[in-house]
């Protein structure tokens, strides 16, 4: 998988802007403000449709301008692909190879991309949702019909806890809701396990990679079964609490280090090793999976990992195409700046 080229207009701090890269390391340079994220989230945004710093995509539109535009060339295993992304008040656009789509979800999970910067801890350290979100985003790039049940899911979901919040409930229709989330919930659920049961050892080995550090770690996949949504007396409790209870979006994964649970235990040096394994962990799965390298950006990630960690993180970014941000180049290694392309901004 390879990125040949990018442009962007009105994007951010972007009037109009057009990008050739190396399919191999791509170092982008320059001062605070000068754009070198906002590279790095449009080529996400056209992987992913979100954005990894606003949940409105309208706020990546340019000062005083009305749109924003970009298009992204990309090389799979199998031939040279185009999205276009037009996103403007009242107007969204997409296209593949100039064609319009019906939206996103046409195209994501075209183009597996990783996304690594300080935030990366929140794997580790926050709320569950992050973990949720760890394994969808996983799940989407190697399972070719996730995607769709995950966005299922989620449309029922809403539907299920708008009727719950509903003074004049019907029991009728949340009987049938429950059981058409049930089997889908089940689906996800199911799919998330068979992942999780594959992480221990490769994440184990990626730690020792990083770290230097011989330890267990272990991921438990705690479900919350969406069978119980016809328990009795389970939907006077969610009239009461006015949502949905049980299901996928409860699930909790838990991480052990020598027994120990890492989010409330580990340091903080620990906690930045485990989660870059459980990304590179992500990384062999979709090469496993798919056949190609997913692309890795990485955004300034240098200050939130000692020398030691950075240099092995580094050797672990040898294959494929890799996206660096930095205010200082002096701190990349020689070996990796003589075969990189350097984007001054």
């Known amino acids: 998988m390879e ?5 962007i207009e009105n994007f951010r701090s972007f009037q109009k802007s057009e990008f050739n890269f190396s399919p191999s390391y791509n170092i982008i340079t320059g001062k605070n403000s000068t754009g070198k994220t906002t590279i790095l989230e449009s080529i996400y945004l056209a992987s992913s449709g979100k954005s ?22 990309f090389q799979d295993s199998l031939r040279g692909k185009n999205i276009n992304i037009l996103i403007g008040n009242g107007k969204k656009e997409i ?12 195209i994501i999970g075209m183009l597996p991309v990783i996304f690594l910067n ?53 029991r009728e229709l949340l009987s049938i809701l429950s059981n058409k989330i049930i089997p889908v919930g089940r689906v996800i659920q199911q799919k998330r396990k068979e992942a999780v049961s594959s992480l221990n050892d490769i994440v184990q080995k990626n730690f020792y990679k990083i770290s230097g550090k011989n330890v267990k770690i272990e991921f438990i996949y705690n479900s919350s079964p969406t ?52 990304r590179f962990a992500e990384k ?39 996206f660096l941000t930095t205010l200082n180049l002096n701190i990349i290694p020689k070996d990796v700046l003589d075969k990189a392309k350097i984007i001054s901004l």
């Open 3 to 7: 990125i040949s080229s990018l442009h």
């Open 118 to 170: 300080y935030k990366v801890v929140d794997i580790i350290k926050g709320s569950p949702e992050k973990r949720r979100n760890f394994l969808n985003h996983w799940l989407i790039f190697t399972d070719p019909t996730y995607y769709s049940e995950l966005s299922n899911y989620y449309t029922l979901l809403y539907q299920r806890n708008a009727l719950l919040k509903n003074m004049d409930i019907s």
């Open 227 to 278: 069978e119980k949504l016809l328990k009795n007396g389970m939907e006077n409790a969610e009239i009461q609490r006015k949502r949905t209870l049980f299901g996928p979006h409860l699930d909790e994964l838990e991480i052990l280090m020598d027994g120990i649970r890492v989010r409330e235990f580990s340091s903080l040096g620990e906690a930045y090793s485990i989660a870059f394994a459980m």
């Open 95 to 106: 296209q593949l190879n100039h064609k319009k789509t019906k939206g996103f979800f046409e």
């Open 52 to 73: 990894f710093i606003t949940s409105h995509l309208l706020n990546c539109v340019s000062f005083n301008k009305q749109y924003f535009f970009i298009s992204l060339i």
């Open 284 to 322: 062999e799965s979709i090469k496993g999976k798919r056949g190609e390298e997913p692309i890795l950006l990485m955004d300034d990630f240098f200050s939130d990992l000692d020398e030691t960690r950075r240099e092995n993180v580094l050797r672990m970014t040898e294959d494929g195409q890799i």
